[in-house]
């Protein structure tokens, strides 16, 4: 089979289409045949070798697939061969075929395209997983979606607004701003010529956001903060700016805040099933009715790994790429 390894050169990890082996399912597993496979910001630090697939996990990138199940491992119902379905994977989607724990496949919902429905695994859980689980968004609450124009933020305002909640959003430039606002957020925020600190207490009346969900990081880390309502809760789930950040405990103490971090790759097996059969039984539903739809802003076929990596290194793309083999 073709897949998109990373070959090391001077230092510099370089995407290459190789032929590989086919891989095989092992116990509670399935072999995927690949429809679409979603782009990451996780691929980018891959390819610099600076984010090591987990231990036993393909050595070729890849966290998110499309597809149709063609064989099942053991424990896993033969019935299941021929299933459309998107799974959430430790590595190695970028790819004609990919392995995958059944117990994190989804079937495809309703009305969605095979290929869009690549853009769906990562983006949802980790949407789901932060703000519901760890944030606890409430209907009525102010989120801010840090990043309502990427991947992961496109799906976090739909879903923030499905869930009840009033949204406000930061995009950068005019174009984006337009697009986050059709996605349904009520406020979205030129994050490159507006600040959004005075634009979530104008936007809240001075309440500020009771949820932060945060793809910035470090720098950030004072002015999400400071945008924090009483009791508000500040997620942070991306670090493009800095792993390292000044935080005033004082302001934390007198909004009675947190702030915490969580990663959805580094969780065990069942950690993941348990975020993957919430997402089946809360988001789907709202998936299949329109309410949360894959935002997909390129498709592009494998071979075009490294053009498909630099649309998100270069800002360029709004929700989603797939590579599509
Ligand atoms: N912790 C986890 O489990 C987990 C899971 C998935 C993803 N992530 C991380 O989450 C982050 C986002 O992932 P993604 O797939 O959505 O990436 P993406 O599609 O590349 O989106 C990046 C987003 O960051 C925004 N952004 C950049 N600079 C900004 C600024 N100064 N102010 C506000 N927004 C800014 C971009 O907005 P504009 O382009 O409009 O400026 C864009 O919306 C990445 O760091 C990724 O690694 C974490």
Partial sequence: ???????????RGKLALSHLNPPEPGTGEVLIEVAASGVNRADLLQRAGKYPPPPG????????????????????????VGEKV???LDGGGHAELAVARAAQTLPVP???DLVDAGALPEAVCTAWTNLVDTARVQPGEWVLVQGGSGGVGTVAVQL????????????GGPERVAQVRELGADVVVDHRREDFVAAVRA????????????????????DNVRAL???????????????RGDLDLNALMTKRATVTGTMLRSRTPAEKAAVVAAVHEHVWPMVADGRVRPVVHARLPLGEAEAALAMLEHGE???KVLLVP
């Fill in 86 to 88: 998107v799974a959430l």
């Fill in 110 to 112: 309703p009305g969605v």
């Fill in 203 to 222: 936007a809240t009346a001075g309440h500020g956001a009771d949820v932060v969900l945060d793809v910035l990081g470090g720098r950030a880390l004072p």
């Fill in 229 to 243: 309502a009483h009791g508000g809760r500040l997620v942070v789930i991306g670090l493009q700016q800095g792993r």
């Fill in 317 to 319: 793309a709004f929700g």
């Fill in 1 to 11: 089979m073709r897949a998109v390894t990373i070959a090391s050169q001077a230092g």
């Fill in 57 to 80: 996990a393909p050595e070729w990138p890849g966290l998110e697939v499309s597809g149709t199940i063609v064989s099942a491992g053991g424990g896993v119902s033969p019935r299941r």
């Fill in 160 to 171: 923030a607004r499905a869930l009840g909640a009033r949204v406000i959003a930061t995009a």
